[in-house]
């Protein structure tokens, strides 16, 4: 299984962009599938963008379509997550996660397909 560590997060106003790093370790990253999940305070976990093995095919939550990119860079074992027009509600714990042995395509949106994550990084969007 992959370790991986999140960073980037912090505080910021809405409307701001943010970017978030998510640096992986072991043999495994460029055969996972790796995703982006947050924790709104007092909420469960929930889905927000995922990147297939290729790194050519995405996917995103609704409600962030558009406005965040996910990316990844095998070469260097790391994934993005570009948050652009930051809301309130968006405030959360991020969390990146990996699943290796998947397809190539695949992109995972549900949180039992992944079995690595990272402790996460404090996304705060207030004025």
């Known amino acids: 299984q992959a370790q991986l560590h999140e960073s980037g997060g912090g505080l910021v106003q809405p409307g701001d962009s943010l970017t978030l790093s998510c640096a992986a370790s072991?043999?495994?990253?460029?055969?996972?599938?790796m995703g982006w999940f947050r924790r709104p305070p007092g909420k469960e976990r929930e889905s927000v963008a995922a990147?297939?093995?290729?790194?050519?095919?995405?996917n995103y939550a609704d409600s962030v379509k558009g406005r965040f990119t996910i990316s990844r860079d095998n070469a260097k074992n790391m994934v993005y997550l570009k948050m652009n027009s930051l809301k309130t509600e968006e405030t959360a714990v991020y969390y990146c996660?990996?699943?290796?042995?998947?397809?190539?395509?695949?992109?995972?949106?549900?949180?039992?397909?992944?079995?690595?994550w990272g402790q996460g990084t404090q996304v705060t969007v207030s004025s």
């Open positions: 996660e990996a699943k290796g042995a998947v397809s190539y395509y695949a992109t995972l949106m549900r949180e039992y397909e992944y079995n690595s």
């Open positions: 072991g043999r495994t990253f460029g055969s996972s599938a």
């Open positions: 990147v297939s093995i290729s790194g050519t095919r995405t």
